[in-house]
């Protein structure tokens, strides 16, 4: 089996981060500098965490709709501590970017995709890297490339507290499980295995766990991975040919050596603490709560500080319980304590090989992940339909929203409109008032007029009457001229008359004396 097997997609799927109760992500290359620089302006306080105020802050940038963001930090802060790790934090950029794409944000989304998802954040741009120079992998330095004691001793105590279904081997999950929190690339993950998993077997012990520990740590440290093991780190992982124990009493004067001590659990002792155990495991969970276990531990008469070391050594899995196999190497180290042995700062390899086989722990631990699976499952369709739910609550919003802002935009038109109205109302009542003004000027000019017509007729009268009496004094006027006229026209036919009558002597001086008395015809008028 090739390590490239155990590092697959189909695996990473299934690996959580027990801090966020998050699947673990994998960060892209591309993503790498970015994710880490963002972080570094999220996290205000340096408290190598972004608690709620700084992702507000900080997320906001993207210019997401509040109701999405919401919905984000919802399916990032699954463990309710309102704070975000890193692994948890670059779940949520990642998330952000989705959504800025048009996708609804959810773990699978985030799953499936596999292209690098880097988010749009307002004001924020990252800077450009400077090359990191990295020694030759053919120059080792001893600090880098052996493995001392001290760190044989600081790597016991990690391999002690894996959870591993075979006490002296790590399977291939086990390693990706615990591997990956080191945050480096799946192909460096894969090349590691390949160099520590030395037998080729699928598994590793302890000693290729050093290795694997050795290669990871300068890896982080900015060195390259070799092509080969290097000779003087391999010489270094050989252990002791004779085990031996360093005297851990802090007022020697110098370090003494002396034989180890049989830390084995005789078949005896396991029949006792399998009785023990099953007696208070009644609910058949497989497992012993810290009361309960403390209870029996106190039973012992161990003073408090000693307990407290063998439930640290005992508690492997640190969650706060203990398995029947964890039950098994407590009541051993109280057992070797009330011997007068000292209890040491590491679990002895002696006490994990001589445990029973994890058959039936193996089983139970196995149907409680399942359990937490399906139980993880559930939450994850409640999530989503809650997801679906508040997108749906907000494109609601936002209809309703869009149809506030109609509404307002309708009514400030029928505002528009009244005022408008108003306005030529006004203008009509002004025009009105000048009319009845004008009316009232007219009605004034006619009354004036009327009053005036008939001053003018009755003047008209009078002048009428004047006038009639002069046409009547003209009439007798001229009545009076045509007598005149007719008694002149006789006059003159008479004086025709006479003048054409012989004349007399005496009828000249007659026709002088007549002539002055005659009258001028008046002329017609």
């Not at 985030?110 to 053919?138: F, H, M, N």
């Not at 252990?239 to 031996?244: I, K, N, V």
Request: overall charge negative; glycine content about 2%; aromatic content about 6%.
């Amino acid at each position: 089996t090739t390590g490239s097997s155990f590092f697959g997609p189909e695996l990473r799927t299934l690996l959580m981060d027990p801090e966020s109760q998050l699947p673990i992500l994998t960060v892209l290359p591309e993503e790498q500098q970015p994710f880490a620089y963002y972080f570094q302006l999220a996290d205000q306080d340096h408290d190598s965490r972004v608690n709620v105020n700084e992702a507000v802050s900080f997320l906001g940038k993207a210019k997401l709709h509040y109701e999405v963001l919401n919905a984000i930090w919802n399916l990032v802060n699954v463990n309710g501590r309102n704070s975000l790790n890193p692994n948890a934090f670059y779940t949520a950029l990642k998330l952000v970017a989705l959504a800025q794409r048009g996708v609804q944000p959810s773990l699978v989304a985030l799953a499936t995709t596999k292209e690098p998802l880097l988010p749009s954040l307002e004001g924020i741009s990252v800077p450009v890297a400077t090359p990191v120079q990295t020694p030759s992998p053919l120059v080792a330095t001893p600090e880098h490339h052996v493995l001392t004691e001290h760190l044989r001793s600081t790597y016991l105590i990690q391999w002690n507290s894996i959870p591993k279904t075979q006490p002296n081997c790590m399977t291939g999950a086990e390693a990706v499980a615990f591997f990956q929190i080191s945050g480096l690339p799946i192909d460096q993950l894969s090349l590691i295995w390949e160099l520590s998993d030395i037998n080729k077997d699928g598994s590793l012990d302890f000693t290729e766990f050093c290795l694997a520990m050795i290669l990871i740590t300068n890896t982080l440290n900015g060195h390259r991975l070799p092509l080969v093991v290097p000779e003087a780190l391999l010489k270094s992982l050989q252990p002791p040919t004779t085990p031996m124990v360093v005297s851990l009493n802090p007022f020697a004067t110098n370090n003494t050596i002396r034989p180890a001590i049989d830390w084995t659990i005789s078949e005896a002792n396991k029949a006792r603490y399998e009785h023990v155990f099953n007696s208070l495991d009644t609910a058949k969970t497989g497992f012993l709560s810290s009361t309960n276990a403390v209870t029996v531990l106190a039973q012992s008469g161990l003073p408090q500080p000693a307990l407290a070391t063998i439930w640290a050594l005992s508690d492997i899995d640190g969650d706060n319980q203990l398995s029947k196999r964890e039950l098994y190497i407590a009541m051993h180290l109280c057992d070797m304590k009330l011997k007068g042995i000292e209890i040491p700062p590491v679990l002895p390899p002696a006490v994990i090989a001589s445990l029973p086989p994890l058959v039936s722990a193996a089983d139970t631990l196995r149907e409680a992940l399942r359990a937490k699976y399906r139980k993880k499952s559930e939450l994850m369709k409640a999530l989503a339909a809650k997801q679906a739910e508040n997108l749906e609550h907000a494109r609601k919003l936002s209809s309703e929203e869009q149809a506030h802002e109609s509404n307002n935009q309708a009514i400030d038109h029928v505002e528009k409109t009244l005022e408008i109205q108003k306005a030529k109302q006004q203008t009509l009542r002004d025009l009105l008032h000048q009319m009845q003004e004008k009316k009232k000027q007219l009605d004034l000019e006619k009354e004036n007029y009327i009053h005036e017509a008939e001053q003018q007729k009755a003047n008209f009268d009078v002048e009428q009457e004047q006038l009639h009496e002069v046409s009547c004094i003209l009439n007798n006027e001229i009545e009076s001229y045509n007598r005149l006229r007719d008694e002149v026209n006789a006059m003159r036919a008479e004086l025709a008359t006479l003048t054409s009558q012989p004349p007399q002597a005496q009828q000249p001086h007659h026709a002088q004396q007549q002539q002055p008395q005659q009258q001028p015809q008046p002329q017609p008028q």
